[in-house]
């Protein structure tokens, strides 16, 4: 009797993990350029199996079938901060959370972004001296709770009064910890570096000049040495670690793009030389137009922003000029929004900026899908809607390609598929 208990067992848990799901729906945006028109993805486990027709529908799947609506891949979004509430001055934030605050607080910010969209995040750095985020995508990848996948680095690296730095209080105060790592020379950078990778770094963030948030430095400055980026790179790639060059002016991002970064975050600044590195070198651009729109929008009369404001105002027509011919040239451009917590709908403001400036609807949808992937180095399991890759899928009742606010109204996820959101 025990054996046949035993056999029972182990048939039912392969009937289970063998059965099938065929979602059905209008049109699929299979994130590689194609529109495939009454498209059925079928999925078993966290796999896509096969995208087809109705007749690739397997005898025994459970059907979901969205009528209308238009699937497209997991929207990816490369460059966020989850920690935050969605305050306007976060280096204040920083000194009053503990690390357990911001894990409960962005928790529940991820899993808002999952059921509005995002199935994957690349966090670069956040406002916590520990590694709140770190915990939070280890809490998910053991199914503890539902949320996007996260990539990312533990903390950003910067230069003593750089934008990693807290650079508005007296001397009297120097004990104060800083919620990024400060470094000064080659040796203190792969000994950062080194520490990252072993806290759970899967990316390596450098502070290359100064920024727009941060008091007391500004963002036209380079703060790094050239030696210093290169060793930061060289111990980054030993371990198969990328690394993301926070950089808005052109001879920041020039240094980084020449010392091996393979992301440039913000880039404000580029000129024409700058382009034809990014070309020449396979690195990715992340705008982030997001949060300078999200300035404006929210905070134009913030104290706490009043720099960045400034700055946005009076750089914005440059800054968007140039990127337009970043894209025209083919600079490899991804979604990025730069959000510090708050409303998770308004990242999606990242696509119809990236309209805005040039690209067309399914450019956009590409650099928040494929392109993103590539830069993540996760090509061969996200990005886009093929058989073997996981089953990262998220539905729409309109066409993105008509209207890319769509994105905005998310109406059905699921992640590896599992359904976390039904219509």
């Known amino acids: 009797m025990k054996y046949v208990v035993l056999v029972c067992f182990f048939l039912t848990s392969y009937l289970v993990t063998a059965q099938k799901t065929a979602i059905v729906c209008k049109n699929l945006i299979d994130g590689t350029g194609k529109v495939v028109p009454n ?26 079938d969205l009528g209308s609506f238009t699937i ?19 280096q204040i934030y920083h000194l009053k959370k ?3 605050d911001k894990a409960l607080q962005g928790l529940k910010y991820v899993q808002a972004l999952l059921m509005n969209g995002w199935t994957s995040i690349r966090v670069p750095g956040d406002l916590d001296v520990g590694y709140a985020h770190f915990a ?11 949320g996007p996948r996260i990539f990312g680095a533990g903390h950003w690296i910067s230069v003593t009064g750089g934008g990693g730095d807290i650079n508005f209080l007296s001397y009297e105060q ?10 000064d020379g080659p040796e ?9 990778i072993k806290y759970g770094s899967d990316w390596i963030k450098l502070l290359v000049t100064g920024a727009f948030m941060t008091a007391g430095d500004n963002p036209n400055n380079v703060h790094f040495s050239k030696e210093e980026l290169e060793v930061a790179v060289e111990e980054a790639r030993k371990r198969d670690v990328p690394v993301m060059a926070h950089a808005h002016s052109a001879e920041g991002i020039k240094m980084s793009i020449r010392a091996g970064a393979r992301t440039i975050e913000h880039g404000s600044f580029i000129d024409d030389e700058g382009i034809q590195l990014f070309l020449k070198n396979d690195a990715y651009l992340i705008p982030t137009l997001s949060v300078g729109k999200w300035f404006l929008d929210y905070h134009e009369n913030s104290q706490a922003l009043t720099k960045a404001v400034a700055i946005t105002k009076k750089y914005r027509g440059q800054v968007e000029a140039m990127l337009s011919k970043a894209i025209k040239a083919g600079v490899k451009v991804g979604v990025g929004t730069d959000m ?23 450019q956009a949808i590409m650099a928040g899908t494929k392109v993103n ?5 996760k090509s061969k399991d996200l990005g886009t809607i093929e058989a073997g890759k996981y089953a990262d899928l998220i539905a729409v009742q309109g066409d993105p390609i008509k209207d890319i606010t769509e994105l905005k109204r998310v109406k059905f996820v699921m992640k590896g598929g599992k359904v976390v959101k039904e219509r």
């Open 136 to 146: 939070i995508r280890d809490a998910i990848n053991k199914g503890m709770f539902d």
């Open 98 to 100: 503990t690390s357990a």
């Open 39 to 64: 498209a059925v993805i079928v999925v078993e486990g966290e796999r896509i199996v096969s995208v087809g027709g109705k007749e690739t529908i397997p005898n025994g799947a459970k059907v979901i």
């Open 72 to 90: 497209l891949p997991g929207m990816i979004d490369m460059h966020l901060h989850p920690l935050n509430d969605g305050g306007d001055d976060y």
């Open 340 to 362: 510090l917590g708050g409303d998770p709908l308004y990242g999606a403001t990242e696509f119809s900026e990236l309209v805005r400036l040039g690209m067309t609807p399914m």
């Open 373 to 377: 992937a590539e830069a993540l180095g």
């Open 188 to 196: 203190e950078m792969r000994k950062a570096v080194r520490n990252e």
């Open 174 to 183: 120097d004990g104060v910890k800083v919620d990024g790592l400060i470094v």
